[in-house]
C-alpha cells in the first residue's frame, strides 16, 4: 500500500470519486495528499464548484427564466 501520491495522482483519485466509491487506502492517500499540499485543496473546491454548476444546469428549464 503506498500512501505517498502525485498532485496528477491525487487529481484522478478526486475525478473518479465523482464516479465510483474509493477503497479505504485510496481515501486515506488523497486525505494525507490533500493535507500536504497547497495546491490540490484548490482543485478538489473547483471540482465541487463545477459539480454543483452542473446539478444545477441538469434542473435548469428554460419556463425558470421566464
Known amino acids: 500500500m503506498i500512501l505517498r501520491r502525485t498532485c496528477k495522482e491525487a487529481t484522478a483519485l478526486m475525478v473518479a470519486r465523482e ?3 474509493l477503497p479505504w487506502s485510496e481515501r486515506l ?14 482543485m ?13 444546469w441538469r ?3 428554460d419556463q425558470d427564466s421566464a
Open 44 to 56: 478538489e473546491r473547483q471540482l465541487l464548484t463545477l459539480r454543483k454548476a452542473f446539478a444545477n
Open 19 to 21: 464516479d465510483r466509491a
Open 29 to 42: 492517500a488523497l486525505r494525507l495528499h490533500l493535507a500536504a499540499c497547497r495546491a490540490c485543496p484548490r
Open 59 to 61: 434542473h435548469y428549464s
